[in-house]
């Protein structure tokens, strides 16, 4: 529709917008507006008119708040010479004066602008920084890529294009300030961005790729064609290496060392340096492979090198990183800043992941003790897994393929054997994962997921289209199984949890190494007959006064205790977490279904009076 009928399109895409603005508008008139109208027809007085101007003023300056920007400030006199270059690049895309920099410790680089006086606008624009960009980028590439982000806020350009980008940010950055709060106001907020948004963000998705694409266009005005192709590429090769080389063997470490180590961006910085360059040769060929993703709005990196008409050559560790030559003597307290903002985030992350470990390694070394013909199959999948986690996909193949010939009928070895292949780029994973959509509902999303993200990988659109659209027709079915679950859930239709010994003993230990979560209880959710779906409900007791000293919410907590269960369940098997604060009592109702379910308690370490409150970490 946005080729063959535009000015339709513009139309349509523009009444969507302003359907979101309005919505914004009239929450703020229902929440605020009304009651001070009320409260004006019954107290018709001077000193309540004047109260109730200065109170709408202050809720228009208050009621978008501003996103909680990442990092630290990068003050003018610490890095002079990056200032500098950020003015000529403002006055050659034509973009408006930034009012700060900031560094964080992501591969990335982001340009926000947000409104300071909420609904009375006075923007501001504040541009963010990764320190691994720094480190893995020359000082022309790095300058290309920030060109790209200050051109979202070019004057160059259609204001049009740019208006529905700021509309697609500002509703993300409300959603996640206000639409997760259990309040009305965010309850009202959620609802219509669950409404909203993805019709908005489809109808959008054209202009946003053009978007896209113009902003590459202002990164090779300000810095040249060729820079900017070689941003492009060296971003998509060292982020990949990063993610798939740095990050996990530092993780690794966790099997070994109970705490995390404490100059993670020093070597990152020299992880780069010494990057093999067969190794980055073969990451670029991956990357101009891979296709588009159809539900991003960033192109494919051959599409954008296409559209920049540029030879972007090689790619190699710069012999000066951005970090070096933009930031000067600044540039190693800035790899210490990150590298202690890193370790404070990640302190429970890595004693969890010390515990998994440790408990694997242990698990691991008695499976190998043994035969595998001789293991039963429970176990025999029990060990696949573990070789996969400790030594790799390669490893881990022949494990998956004995299981494949030997199990061909069971869901379990088809997804980790199609997994295993489709990490490892085999055209071997589409016949193997379509075989378990077909036939198992409860692995479809999983199958068509893995497959996907393999076809984008192969730079095969069509068939990637193919898994997107059973893509979104398996997720609406799970999104009805869930809503059958929910209903047992809420009726305390509970069982008996199904996690093997093992499992049940990782979640107990990482659970309880959390000092926020004084006590964990799992129950198996009673499914409808014949739904190929299962559930857990994970209930945690949270004491406030660990969360507080790390300045955590419960939101957190509970989504990192979902992403440690998580791991550990099948794709059909659905979670959902409730929390309770150690502060309040637990509800009778569900404190007698958990206490009539066997093997309900995973640890409880509060005081008696809740269900087997002697029960400890197994």
Known sequence: MARRRPGAYRARVTALALIGLSYRVLVAFAFVAVPAVLTLAIYPTRWIVGF????????GVSWFPPPKLAGRRLERHEAPALFEALES???????????????????????????RLGLFGWHKRVLTLGVPLLAALSREQLLAVVGHELGHFSRSHGRFGHWIYRIRQSWENLYRNLGQEDSGIGSAVNQFYRWFVPRFSVYSFALARLNEYEADADSALASGARSAAQALTAVHVFDSYLAERFWPSLWRGALEQPTPPANVYARLALWVKQA????????????????SDLVDTHPSLAERLRALQADEGPVAPPAVNAGEALLGARWAQALQDAGDDWLRANA???????????????????????????????????????????????????????????????????????????????????PVLGQLARRDEGYACAAFEAMKELALALGDPARADQCNTALDDAARRVAAAQAELESAINNAGFEAPRLSPHARGVLARQLGADEAIRAAYLVGVRRPAGSPFAGYLLVIRLDPAPMTRRGETFVQVCERASALADALLEPRELLWVRNIYTTEAMDPELRAALHAVPDAVLFNLLPAGEPAAETMLP
């Open 52 to 59: 109730a101007i200065v109170f709408l003023l202050l809720f």
């Open 89 to 115: 690049l403002q006055r050659a895309v034509n973009a408006p004066a930034l009012h700060g920099v900031r560094l964080d410790g992501d591969f990335n680089a982001s340009a926000v602008q947000f409104p």
């Open 276 to 291: 093999p360059p067969e190794e980055l040769a073969a990451r670029r060929q991956q990357a101009l492979q891979r296709t």
């Open 348 to 430: 429970q992350a890595w004693k969890e992941q010390h515990q998994r470990l440790g408990a694997h390694a242990r698990r691991y070394a008695e499976l190998r003790a043994q035969a595998p013909e001789a293991l039963p199959l429970e176990e025999r999948l029990e060990l696949a897994h573990l070789v996969h986690v400790i030594d790799g996909a390669a490893a881990a193949l022949a494990h998956w393929r004995a299981l494949a010939a030997s199990e061909p009928g069971d869901s379990r070895v088809l997804l980790g054997y199609g997994r295993v292949l489709a990490e490892l780029r085999s055209q071997d994973a589409f």
